[in-house]
């Protein structure tokens, strides 16, 4: 049996405990998202549901810098957005040029693969941007369907040069795929004005609310490939030519029950954003990273990523030697509720990953952090022997 | 610009009123669950949340009659389910049965179309339960990889003879895949007694939790096929392979971002179930229907489906002739804030969907329902013409 109780939380749940949460999301969520979250559940075709589906699209239209009539939440976390993109896009055969950098560069190969595209990749070291005169003398190699880079390489923390690879495609007439997870909402996004035909991000970045929602943008462009497909969608769940029927038009079809009080969540945590102003929402983030910056070079840490590529809301800190990264991040969850990443694939154990999205990406957040780390540091437990 | 208010709940949040949802779900979702929804956002590598994890695992177990190992909620809604039971199991090629008498048989049949198997399927009339001799036959007639099958069919209101469907498939070793998303804590689900080998159901029907979850569970020779597999998942978010090593084993690694308090509300949710008792949970379905059914023969309504075949929880109820069936639901939903579901495909318009599902499966839901019906038949407004 489990140890449920009929009239009151769950042992489990009433534990839980508030984190001040640094790592490469999910970030903080403010108290109103949570108040949205909660808010009633009503029908997924109740008028009063539609009414915010339409309004969140609008939201999305704005942060994400578009006038894209298609511009939803998909119905899974971000990774279902990269999914939904791919899925959409490809069909067998198509050749796909993937710009890789980090984690999620290598992801998005490993998901056109599985789609039978035609993949080939450009690598760049792990910590450094995507080059962009790389990128133009491969597009005059060979011609691609779907070009795809990262906006901001949560593995690494390093900002992609997007407007200006979007620069060198548009003249190929290829389309162009960007990955802004972990930058909406905290840096400028301009699909439109960097010409990316597609778009995908998560709720539980900068956006500060629960993960589970995936925002999606495609141009018209976008559409019309889609719209011209041999081959129905490979992934009835994620079907674009389904799914607009029930996010568009008057008459809304059942496709699959949205969730519903996830997207209230998301239609407060816009809101937020939007009421505090794009500008400020962006400038907070370069205050805090740079409060942050400043604060580790007192203790001597060094950043992965050189001072130009660095993204705000994710800061990769170079583990020194003689630190063991895991004892630091235990202590500092266990002792301090605060929790970072790690590394990831090559990174693993090589540092740390510091997170500033959204709600989280606050002064006194950044000097709890740096406090904590100071006493972490100077904790003999948290040396590595040998 | 949006009607943003930084200090305050989006104004059409701030309106959401209490909805009696007696549609084919989303149904009620009890406070508690909605208390668990809005606790504090933790990472999903935290001790704390794998903790949480591991007593889902547990408590779906105990609701699916099942030891299977790999027993997870899939981060989509109850069709994420279905397509991630029908896509890891699914190679090109692979013969499979589908018995259709309802929307999510065709669609389940769409769901294998679009993954390249060979799909064939029996079909039975709308409203009737899948015929377990014609079963036995075109199993002689054909060798299949995998037949499926939905218990609960939401689209009519029948139940489908699951224990004695799996009875003929056992002999010829094929998989056998069962849709329980309107079923599962409504009435018995017994996997392993079925010889079922791949379940999925959603959060939003008896579970009484919001849309955006998919309880899926595999058997050992579910996994072992798609161990076996000689390529890739084609859907890298779905891919299970992947998905258990962040749900299972003692390091946990990171796949996607779980949708954290989406997971906090399904453990609640089940915690309330498995407190209450699986036997007394049933019978208050059961007894819901009952009363329910006897309300509505005093309107000398009539129920789509023959008393043996009727499910508790969806209950099928013809649109008397005269009777502007939108009118009634939308004066149902306006003035009483009770909402009920229309008829899809062949039975739009024909039916409406009542259901009681979960925490809206009450007496008093029903009586109140009965009451406004009564007014709604007797409204001129809700009268067809001609």
């Given at each position: 049996?489990?140890?449920?109780?009929?009239?009151?939380?769950?042992?489990?749940?009433?534990?839980?405990?508030?984190?001040?949460?640094?790592?490469?999301?999910?970030?903080?969520?403010?108290?109103?998202?949570?108040?949205?979250?909660?808010r009633p559940t009503i029908g997924h075709l109740d008028p009063a549901f539609i009414d915010i589906m339409d309004a969140i699209k609008d939201q999305l239209r704005e942060l994400m810098g578009t006038g894209n009539r298609l511009t939803i939440p998909v119905s899974g976390t971000g990774s279902a957005g990269m999914e939904t993109c791919f899925v959409n896009l490809i069909e067998p055969g198509d050749t796909v040029l993937v710009l890789v950098n980090g984690v999620f560069g290598q992801r998005m190969t490993d998901v056109a693969k599985r789609l039978r595209a035609e993949v080939d990749t450009l690598e760049f070291?792990?910590?450094?941007?995507?080059?962009?005169?790389?990128?133009?003398?491969?597009?005059?190699?060979?011609?691609?369907?779907?070009?795809?880079?990262?906006?901001?390489?949560?593995?690494?923390?390093?900002?992609?040069?997007?407007?200006?690879?979007?620069?060198?495609?548009?003249?190929?007439?290829?389309?162009?795929?960007?990955?802004?997870?972990?930058?909406?909402?905290?840096?400028?996004?301009?699909?439109?004005?960097?010409?990316?035909?597609?778009?995908?991000?998560?709720?539980?970045?900068?956006?500060?609310?629960?993960?589970?929602?995936?925002?999606?943008?495609?141009?018209?462009?976008?559409?019309q490939k889609l719209q011209a497909r041999a081959t129905k969608v490979p992934n009835w769940y994620l079907d674009l030519t389904l799914i607009v029927n029930y996010w568009e038009g008057a008459q809304r079809a059942y496709h699959h029950t949205a969730p519903v009080n996830m997207l209230y969540a998301l239609h407060q945590a816009l809101g937020l954003i939007l009421a505090e102003g794009l500008e400020n929402v962006y400038a907070r983030h370069g205050t805090a990273h740079r409060r942050l910056v400043e604060g580790l070079e007192e203790f001597d840490l060094e950043m992965l990523v050189e001072?130009?590529?660095?993204?705000?809301?994710?800061?990769?800190?170079?583990?020194?030697?003689?630190?063991?990264?895991?004892?630091?991040?235990?202590?500092?969850?266990?002792?301090?509720?605060?929790?970072?990443?790690?590394?990831?694939?090559?990174?693993?154990?090589?540092?740390?990953?510091?997170?500033?999205?959204?709600?989280?990406?606050?002064?006194?957040?950044?000097?709890?952090?740096?406090?904590?780390?100071?006493?972490?540091?100077?904790?003999?437990?948290?040396?590595?022997?040998?």
């Open positions: 049996m489990t140890d449920a109780s009929s009239d009151s939380l769950m042992p489990r749940l009433k534990r839980l405990r508030e984190v001040l949460l640094m790592g490469p999301g999910p970030s903080c969520v403010p108290p109103l998202v949570y108040e949205a979250l909660a070291q792990w910590g450094t941007p995507v080059q962009v005169e790389a990128v133009r003398e491969q597009l005059q190699k060979k011609e691609y369907r779907i070009v795809a880079v990262v906006h901001a390489e949560t593995s690494t923390g390093v900002c992609n040069p997007v407007a200006e690879i979007g620069e060198v495609i548009r003249p190929t007439g290829a389309l162009y795929l960007v990955d802004t997870v972990t930058s909406l909402g905290g840096m400028p996004v301009q699909m439109d004005a960097w010409g990316a035909d597609a778009l995908y991000s998560g709720t539980q970045k900068c956006l500060s609310c629960p993960p589970g929602l995936a925002p999606i943008s495609f141009s018209e462009r976008a559409v001072p130009g590529a660095r993204l705000p809301m994710l800061n990769a800190v170079l583990v020194p030697d003689g630190v063991d990264e895991t004892a630091v991040r235990r202590k500092l969850l266990a002792e301090s509720g605060i929790e970072i990443g790690a590394g990831l694939g090559p990174l693993a154990g090589r540092i740390w990953r510091v997170g500033l999205m959204g709600h989280t990406a606050r002064p006194e957040n950044v000097d709890r952090f740096l406090d904590a780390l100071s006493d972490a540091l100077n904790d003999p437990a948290c040396r590595r022997i040998g």
